[in-house]
Antibody, heavy 119, light 106 residues
């Protein structure tokens, strides 16, 4: 059973970089799957941020591409998200999830972590 | 970018009702469409993939149909556990979600 758990600061200042990590258990990242980040502003819908394969190949939402970096650490069985130059519009619940393809459905999800951008 | 539009935004229904939610894509996505259910404070749960394939463990009262640009999610007989928000997602080109349809108690 694949399990995912997000971690990171719950409060980030405007213009700074948001950093989150997703720890994967019950499955080796190196075995396959794509690993993605999705966010949801309070009371709003879902937005795909990007995904990564264990090889390091990345796929980003064009609307966020200039600010996003997703990386993978197979030795720790985790992957990470960095979003730079954040504003209040980046306040959201951030989810990590697994997918069988770079453009695919998301089968397993973390519980989500709320990140608030505020000074 | 492919835009996904759901209708209605909110749907009021009673237990036992047949419920249909529509999702339209701004361009053809073949059958690369999924449906998710989300309850307050929880992560989304995959219900249907490839427009009409039921994810393992999902009750058979859920069904999906469509191809190209128009898709529907149908709940044949609404149960108390089904009151939630439903999202469609295209995965023909990267990933994009609809804005959601909230199914509430009438």
């Amino acid at each position: 059973q694949v399990q995912l758990q997000e971690s990171g600061p719950g409060l980030v200042k405007p213009s700074e970089t948001l950093s989150l990590t997703c720890a994967v258990s019950g499955y080796s990242i190196s075995s396959g799957y794509y690993w993605g980040w999705i966010r949801q502003p309070p009371g709003k819908g879902l937005e795909w941020i990007g995904s990564i394969y264990h090889s390091g190949s990345t796929y980003y939402n064009p609307s966020l591409k200039s600010r996003v970096t997703i990386s993978v650490d197979t030795s720790k069985n985790q992957f990470s998200l960095k979003l730079s130059s954040v504003t209040a519009a980046d306040t959201a619940v951030y989810y990590c999830a697994s997918s069988i393809a770079a453009a695919g459905t998301f089968q397993h999800w973390g519980q989500g972590t709320l990140v608030t951008v505020s000074s | 970018d492919i835009q996904m539009t759901q209708s209605p935004s909110t749907l009021s229904a009673s237990v036992g009702d047949r419920v249909t939610i529509t999702c339209r894509a701004s361009q053809s996505i073949s059958s690369w469409l999924a449906w998710y259910q989300q309850k307050p404070g929880k992560a989304p749960k995959l219900l249907i993939y490839k427009a009409s394939s039921l994810e393992s463990g999902v009750p058979s009262r859920f069904s999906g149909s469509g191809s190209g640009t128009e898709f529907t999610l149908t709940i044949s007989s609404l149960q108390p556990d089904d009151f939630a928000t439903y999202y469609c997602q295209q995965y023909n080109s990267y990933a994009a979600f609809g804005q959601g349809t909230k199914v509430e108690i009438k």
